[in-house]
């Protein structure tokens, strides 16, 4: 096996995880969330290994790039079929510490959220990334982002602490 | 307006926090669907069949230097398995000679720039170089303010053995989104390709060519429509060359010796 293949694979596996904690916040499915860190694996692979090329400056952010564009992608071909959903379903919240109950509830919550409010959610919030970085990633400008991000936290006010919750209406708190 | 909150990353991590990875499968399952994108290259279906077709006028109009003197000026796709022929398509047999003694470079990384000038005359200034490679040179270069970029590489520069046949080669290193990978009379095989970077990199436009020789040398050469391949203004809508003369540059014998 070559360097370059080793190198590769030991990159893979170190971010697997986390691109399928990403994916499946994207998808709202364990098997789409994997087929899509597949798919994102593959082109990481194919520019990994193309000759010519200077090696992946920055092999993480072009990853998360390529699984958000990816997903973006896929969701832009199928858009004539799923539409977001206007209310969120009303489903009981079992104990915060129950995560498969979490996980439930917040699956609905992004359901009924459009494609691009997905992915700035997780670059955002779940990757820590700047307005900048992640208008960056899904290629988009940063005020389409700072527009989208209130938007977006806002469908999962339900599933927050009202206490910690801050936005830019003074005093708003939610339960 | 302050967009931070934190209570929706804490959200996000803990329903999260638990799901189960198997990272070998998925490894797996990506590192094989990489290694199929880069031999998808088989012209199974009636689109590519037709995409071939349209290669071959794009080819044969480069010229009969490029195509070779002793074929019908025809080149065809090798090795295209159950493709679709169609009854305009010319079928030809192309059989590939055992790999010849591998050429030795006429040109070493410095010389790069000048002998691509001596195809395609015009004022040509080096890009700094961070690798001198004379024995696999891959230099970038402004030719009339526009980016170049010409790779002379053996085939066993990247994987440290040798790769296979100019077809598997392409199949393995061409591009996705490339032309059919196309079998010239003298054994090359040839993809071109143009394309337009992300709007982060400046949308800029390059085109492509590629050529693989039977002796084992992997050649490319792409050219922007800007000084340089991303982060630079656009100075044209379109490349300086087009992908026949790049594919024309590709398949020169300036680069070797004893052609």
Same mark, same amino acid.
């Given at each position: 096996m070559s360097t370059r293949t080793q190198d590769y694979e030991e990159f893979a596996r170190a971010r697997t995880p986390a691109l399928l904690r990403s994916a499946w916040l994207l998808c709202g499915d364990t098997h789409l969330a994997e087929d899509l860190v597949q798919d994102t694996l593959a082109k990481v692979y194919v520019r990994w290994h193309a000759p010519f090329r200077s090696p992946i400056e920055t092999p993480v952010a072009y990853a998360q790039t390529t699984l958000t564009r990816t997903f973006l992608s896929s969701r832009r071909r199928r858009s004539s079929t799923e539409q977001p959903y206007a209310d969120l379903p009303d489903r009981p919240l079992a104990d915060g510490s129950d995560a498969t109950a979490t996980r439930l509830a917040l699956q609905d919550a992004l359901a009924g959220l459009a494609p691009a409010d997905r992915a700035?959610?997780?670059?955002?919030?779940?990757?820590?990334?700047?307005?900048?970085?992640?208008?960056?990633?899904?290629?988009?400008?940063?005020g389409a982002v700072r527009s989208r991000s209130p938007r977006a936290v806002a469908r999962l006010r339900p599933l927050l602490d009202a206490s910690l919750i801050v936005t830019s209406e003074r005093g708003t708190t939610h339960g | 307006m302050d967009d931070h909150y934190p209570s929706a990353s804490r959200l996000l991590r803990d329903a999260t926090d638990d799901l189960a990875v198997d990272v070998d499968r998925i490894?797996?399952?990506?590192?094989?669907?990489?290694? #199929?994108?880069?031999?998808?290259?088989?012209?199974?279906?009636?689109? #590519?069949?037709?995409?071939?077709?349209?290669?071959?006028?794009?080819?044969?109009?480069?010229?009969?230097?490029?195509?070779?003197?002793?074929?019908?000026?025809?080149?065809?796709?090798?090795?295209?398995?159950?493709?679709?022929?169609?009854?305009? &398509?010319?079928?030809?047999?192309?059989?590939?000679?055992?790999?010849?003694?591998?050429?030795?470079?006429?040109? @070493?990384?410095?010389?790069?720039?000048?002998?691509?000038?001596?195809?395609?005359?015009?004022?040509?200034?080096?890009?700094?170089?961070?690798?001198?490679? +004379? +024995?696999?040179?891959?230099?970038?270069?402004?030719?009339? /303010?526009?980016?170049?970029?010409?790779?002379?590489?053996?085939? +066993?520069?990247?994987?440290?053995?040798?790769? /296979?046949?100019?077809?598997?080669?392409c199949e393995l290193w061409g591009q996705e989104d490339g032309s059919p990978c196309?079998?010239?009379?003298?054994?090359?095989?040839?993809? @071109?390709?143009?394309?337009?970077?992300?709007? &982060?990199d400046g949308r800029i436009t390059s085109s492509s060519a590629w050529a693989w020789t039977p002796d084992g040398w992997d050649v490319m050469v792409a050219a922007h429509n800007a000084a340089a391949s991303k982060d630079s203004p656009v100075l044209d809508d379109v490349p300086p060359f087009t992908e026949e003369q790049l594919l024309r540059a590709a398949t020169s014998d300036v680069w070797f010796s004893g052609s």
């Open positions: 700035v959610l997780v670059l955002r919030y779940l990757d820590d990334l700047s307005v900048e970085e992640t208008a960056d990633r899904m290629g988009v400008s940063p | 490894v797996r399952g990506g590192v094989s669907r990489g290694r #199929a994108a880069r031999r998808r290259r088989r012209a199974g279906t009636a689109l #590519a069949a037709a995409a071939v077709v349209g290669v071959i006028g794009v080819a044969a109009s480069v010229g009969p230097d490029l195509l070779g003197s002793d074929g019908d000026g025809v080149p065809v796709a090798a090795d295209s398995g159950p493709a679709t022929s169609t009854p305009s &398509a010319p079928s030809a047999t192309v059989s590939i000679e055992p790999s010849p003694a591998r050429r030795t470079l006429a040109v @070493t990384q410095a010389e790069v720039a000048d002998a691509f000038a001596t195809i395609f005359p015009g004022d040509v200034s080096e890009h700094p170089q961070k690798e001198v490679r +004379d +024995d696999a040179p891959i230099v970038d270069f402004v030719w009339e /303010g526009f980016g170049v970029r010409v790779g002379l590489t053996p085939e +066993d520069y990247v994987t440290g053995e040798p790769v /296979g046949t100019p077809m598997e080669r196309l079998t010239l009379p003298d054994g090359t095989v040839v993809q @071109t390709m143009t394309s337009t970077g992300p709007r &982060a």
